[in-house]
């Protein structure tokens, strides 16, 4: 029938009765191996490399040049609080990073910027995915957090390599922006995926091709529209906040593409909240779609039980055995009985077509 | 059926994990051709041409008179991107200009103002077009774009030809103005098709004129509105912005029009909720049109059945065989029997009539 | 069946490519006389005038006095120009006069204000007429526009004469209160017939005295709830900004008397509110209503199918023409069988009794 | 059937046409006597006296003491007119204090302050009273005004008698706070009721315990929740207002009473949402609970027309009068036909067992 | 059938004509002991103490140290009141100490800080358990108020014991931002039970595995939800105002938990609010499945009478006893007849699968 789904709800970890600001990962992908990558580079070079170990990434913090620390595999807490530690993050932030249930936000400190986003993805079984990230950003390096390697920010790393755009020349702030961006560029992504689904239900109901099934999908759909929604409607107010605010951090020409971003966050927005009312809308059309199959079912029922009932009453009658009944006699009772019979059946057809019920 | 709709999803170009700023045209006119028209005016004199490179284009910015360049074929990238640079437009106004999902927005820089809307009517088959227009104007000139050609400017090309009207006395900020009133009054137009749908929908529910295309009617409408909204609702904003602000390119005496503007958008917006909130309250009509067909339906099965039903019995009755039936031997049982028959017909006959089902 | 409705639509004249600020009367009264009245008074005396020339109220402008000119029937577009441009109003403002689809507003210019407003009331024949008035008021004059002569202001007029209130002593400013004044008690009639027909709707929903009209009459109701809303809701923030803003045509003693009208068009719009929520209630009753009548149809159905059919199942058994059957044979087989048929019928009773089906 | 409604809205006197602040009562208790009674009170002594004349109230507005005015019977308007213009209140806030359809309202002036608020209450009868209250507060008087006498008040006359509690140490300010407190109070035990209600509603909805009798309860308890949102919801802004404007009347001491009081008013109004939204979810239980109810009916139908229509059939065919049909001669042709026939029904009451119809 | 309520409302005692600020207790553990524990610590040292007598805990007041008063068993309204006006609460706080149904509130006084809030959490027997808690804290103390003792601090409790995290060395703020952040937690866990609930009632429904009791479990499930949410929403406004006012009692190095907790505020609000929208979408999911039984019943029904009723018919008319009717006399009539009826009832057969009803 349906795809069963996973029971998210019961393989979470408790959070009750944590001191504040511990690290305990609550996410599912528990046996993720630890991923981390650095971009070094200014506008001149760029090295990549690839580090066994968290401590490696330390030397960055008193670099000259900008550093993109990407931190892939959430489970590894320890990992993640030395790292955090040595760049400063406050405690509660670490806790953040690795709390998987945790909102969109941005918390704004004197010396660095921390935003809090979901990436959300179609994978190829065409399971929606949404990946807790978490982008710090100082004077000098980017750190990024994610759930698991992905291929969100491919296209950051490509320009980078290849010093395209204007990723080399401006400071932590653009990087920064870049990745939102590249995140914000998936979510229109998923918009065109729910699109697409509500589109086929309204097909399979425009032609009334509706069974049970179509409810349980209306329902997954509305289901799969809430989890976006829950996703992207705080991000908007995280952009609102990093475009709006005055930071040491945030370039004046930086704000023109924070603002490109906060209109693309109320685009998206707004996309999902059309779907949203059309998705909502369906459950009515199939209702409609099942008052009037029943109606159809009752139409047959009812032609045929009223041509055939009073023809089976006239059969009844010249089937009673009363010695006096003098159309059995006739000699041609039999044919005007059926006369009758035939005259009455045409008058109930004649009047069921009237009505365009036949 | 139903009209084929038109495929809208399936045929985006993916926009994923572009630079930002780079003008990539996404929307369905890809073999338009490239229009460009320049009126060059000042209060005494008017000049008309049609341009062949997008070059000569680039002499009206140092002119000292008045320069509306219409810009027509999204499709041309190339050319916008040139345009766009020579008048110092930002390069992210340059994606979204070519952008046709981009939402109706201002965006307001210290040279000149940028503004994006959609231009809605309903073409020759009555099918709703929505045109993805900007419009960037400066000192001396105003450059609008659009997906193609269409009729919607030619009131304001007539009026400046005829030296009607203020437009040719007035600044830039008036042109940009004069178009959007344009657009705006096209909006009317919408509304005004959307009404009589309703009410054509309306009027059918009325006349209990209904049968399973209704709700796909209903549907289509729902859609429609939900879409013709989109367009429309962020318009309101973006003339209170421009309404409000204060710019040097926005004179004094433009402001009372711009006031003017902003009530038109809020009338057209609210006209449209209107229409929406009846056209949501027609599925419920629709409901209760079915149900009670339902009840008719039931009625007619009910009498059929219940008069017969124990007429039938009593037939059965004398069909029976038995040795000894006293009544079968009576001289005028048979008549009896249908006396009987009929008195309980009619009694049955009036019950119904007092429960006012016939 | 049901009242045939205007065709409001259809016969809307185009206001498509038209220049701003050109006076083109839309409504539907085209053949409307124009009639121009003038109050002109002071705390001493007060004249009445009837003019028959437009030209006749341009001395009042200059006037010690106070003058009130009434102007009625929109259509006379030229007189309406020329009055306009004498007393100084703005080429838009003239636009919107004429234009009675524009919406409730204020416009506040420096040396007079403008307030356009809905007159609202059920005409003798019970059509709720809808009316586009327009209020200009400067230092001396109150102009006031309608697109017909009606009695909303004849309390007005009687106080005047009579000297009544502070009608004579207070300035501009009161006047126009007292129009709008009179125009929102106007309001309430409205909303107390609208009351009256939410409860005769519900009355009948009540005692079960329900058909397919009254669907119909519900969705009426409907529609007449959202242009009174449409007409009525704006005007708050119209008082309001005559309220709070500073103008000095406002004078303090004024503004007890806005603020006792601000409350009014509050109690109103809630009042619009109640009843529009009540009557979509209605729609929820009626279709439980219908359900009823449905399931009150099955039961009759199923207590005649119910009983009958057994039975006439048993008098077919005995209607067999096998050889041998033991039970035809009995002597008093036929009175067996009866009796078998009314304990049958008589369990069955007894069990939809049970089941309150009865 | 249903408890017969007041007429409200016919036996409303017209308010059209009136002269602003001219004094009309519009309630139902038109030969309400009236009552005046004073408390007259400093810390230290306490006089009461019940006025024969509203002249011989006139004295308190010079007296060192504070003065409790309490009038009930606004339908002496003369009366209400003298004692207002007296104390010198704006003659619109004398329109208002007998204008019973008034929404709850603060105004406040230079010297007084003017609060009007609705009470309500169950009487004996189990009716829900809303009551017009208006109180206006100076330097050394609190005038109350009521529809009738009430038995609201009680509290604040016995806690003044008693000595009890601040009352008597503190201002009029505190005393108008204790009158609205008082009222407050009762609008808890109002939500109680209406609690109670909606629980007995869904009780008998649990219990299946339904009829159209129920559909009308819940209309019933929707109009009374309206009825009571309506009166208390305006009040949680008026006391917002007492609290927060800065008045020489309110002493900071009892700023926190007034906050508290807020508190209170917000309470009620969420409660009275609560209790809406659940009256509007019982609708939708009943139409689940009459759907049930139908597909019951449509069962028993079902299993009895399937199970005998086919033995019917049979019996039907035995019945023929063919020539040669063998099975009529055979010995146990009866036997075997039974035999059939209580295999076909058993095979189907299995078959709707499994479909868990019976 | 369904776990018998609770009758809260009954049992409520009257709190009308009461006096502002007198003590009254009108929860429902009448009975509770009072149980009161005292934490005195400092960085350096903690003592534990069991108080007897409340007169014991007047000591803390000036003390050096800090000490954290926990209050078990509102009942006490004696204990209460003089510990509360040793300690300097307003008599108002006391009230609402004890008053249950008071609702989340945060007032600011100039010596300490009062919080109301609700604690939230599921008992062993799977029943909603809501408390009413208040937290005082000034310069040295915390005081809390529990209707009954619970676990809900004993993480708190150990971290003080352990010396474990910030509590020792901060002050007074980080304890009762440290009480708040403990009955949060229990929040989440309170919501992951109902997302548990949901899940299930939608599971039901998607399996189809529906009957009456289905839509009780929604409304019983609506009915906790709505509660949830009353207790929840208020504590949002309530750490925003902690977090944003200036207090001497709260450090800047708090406010950075604060930000925290009010993002899991929001975050549970959220999920409240998804929760409510999948609940109140189920009601729809129920009826479509009621209606889709019904559809099923009918299909039935309307399949089994329309293949025999013809069928009988024709039975019905080789009953008859005609005199001439040449069928029966045929050889094979009856064979005949058998074949007609096969070949009516197959092509019936074919025409419903067409039709899918099969």
Redesign the interface.
Known sequence: ??KP?KKK??S?K????????KVVYVGEKQTQDTLIEVFEYSKDFLTYKKLAQVEEAFAYKDSKNIAWIDFDGLNNTQAIESLGNHFGL?P?LLE?IVNT???P?I?VYEDYIFIQIKMLYYDTQDVLIKEHVSIAFGENYVISFQEAESDVF??VR??LQNA???LRTFKTDYLA??LL??IL??Y??VV?QL??KV?NL?DN????NVN?QT??DI?EL??EI?RVR?AIFPVKEVIARLENGSHKLIEARTK??L??LH?HG??VA?NIE?YR??TW?L?????????????E??????I???I??????I???????????P????????YY?WGVMILISLALVIYFKRKN?W
């Open positions: 029938m349906r789904r709800v019961k979470k408790s959070i009750v009765n944590q001191i504040p600001g406050h509660l953040d249930r945790q909102r936000k918390d491919d296209g490509e320009r395209q755009g204007r922006y870049a961006d590249a560029d998936h229109f992504e065109e699109a697409e589109e309204e109901l425009f032609t009334n049970n409810a349980l329902q509305k289901r809430i829950k023109n593409y603002r490109d209109d109320i685009q707004e059309i009312e059309m809308g459950m009515d059309m199939y209702m409609s779609s099942i008052s009037n199959k029943m109606n079912v009752m139409k047959v029922l009812t045929m039980a009223s055939f009932i009073p023809l089976t009453f059969a009844g009658i010249y089937g009673m055995n009363f010695d006096h009944m159309e059995l006699d006739w000699e041609y009772g039999y009985t019920w």
